[in-house]
């Protein structure tokens, strides 16, 4: 009996009939891992949690912020600068932590998002006016 030349000459794996098991996945070591599977890639991005942590450390960042800039206040204020403009400087004072603490969080949450020209140079420029008016502001008249 011929045989005519077909697909299980072709493909001699066809020709088996056991049926194949897949190679065990092999560890660093060289060890066989039996029964693991490859661990789902991670998401691309921070996630809603990790905007939920930046945004509690935000809040706490923002109240300790205020703090200092009523033991700024009043430090001056005992310096002998006037109430309003030992007030000015507190929260010029304020007003640069805030914003240089939010360009901290947004760049460690994401930096390849954030952490660009468009984003952080208004945060460190209003961080960076408001501490040159809070010098100016804190100066005895």
Not at 22 to 37: I, Q
Not at 78 to 84: I, L, S
Request: net charge positive.
């Amino acid at each position: 009996m011929a045989q005519n030349p077909g697909a299980n000459d072709l493909f001699p794996e066809a020709n088996s009939t056991a049926p194949q098991q897949p190679a065990p996945a092999v560890g660093a070591e060289g060890n066989a891992l039996v029964g693991s599977a490859m661990p789902e890639p991670l998401p691309a991005g921070p996630q809603p949690r990790d905007y939920a942590i930046a945004g509690v450390s935000f809040i706490v960042l923002v109240v300790a912020f205020f703090f200092a800039k009523n033991a700024y206040s009043n430090h001056l204020a005992r310096r002998r600068v006037p109430y309003g403009p030992a007030s000015a400087a507190g929260w010029w004072l304020f007003t640069c932590l805030t914003s240089l603490g939010l360009a901290s969080i947004l760049a460690i949450l994401s930096p390849e998002k954030f952490l660009t020209a468009l984003v952080m140079a208004p945060l460190c420029l209003i961080g960076v006016i408001s501490l040159v008016l809070m010098l100016m502001s804190s100066k005895r008249s």
